[in-house]
């Protein structure tokens, strides 16, 4: 499985962006994905995940009800809508791949990454 996430960029605090994350391979729309970032100088840490068919979500309580997560199997794509935006969301965005189809927080978990977007928030 190949990640490459995109819809990075600069946004003013209060404002909202969606990244994306396109899967190559049949098999993506079997797996849960996962949303994490990593700030400068900060571990990398989870912000949500979904579940194969996107009827299940869980989110970080620090994004709750203020990031979205979804997904469109017949695309190979999932999404991260983010909402409400403050300086402390900027970090790079990791989508990635737990083959184990369960909603797991833990980065251990995920097998397959991509490469990254920057989403960068200005106050």
């Known amino acids: 499985v190949q990640l490459q996430a995109s819809g990075g960029g600069l946004v003013q605090a209060g404002g909202s962006l969606r990244v994306s994350c396109a899967a190559s391979?049949?098999?993506?729309?079997?797996?849960?994905m996962g949303w994490f970032r990593q700030a400068p100088g900060k571990e990398r840490e989870f912000v949500a995940v979904i579940n194969w068919s996107g009827g299940s979500t869980y989110y970080a309580d620090s994004v709750k009800g203020r990031f979205t997560i979804s997904r469109d199997n017949a695309k190979n794509t999932v999404y991260l809508q983010m909402s409400a935006l403050k300086p402390e969301d900027t970090a790079v965005y990791y989508c990635?791949?737990?083959?184990?189809?369960?909603?797991?927080?833990?980065?251990?978990?995920?097998?397959?990454w991509g490469q990254g977007t920057l989403v960068t928030v200005s106050s």
């Open positions: 990635a791949v737990n083959s184990e189809m369960v909603l797991t927080t833990s980065r251990s978990r995920y097998d397959y």
């Open positions: 391979g049949r098999t993506f729309r079997r797996y849960a």
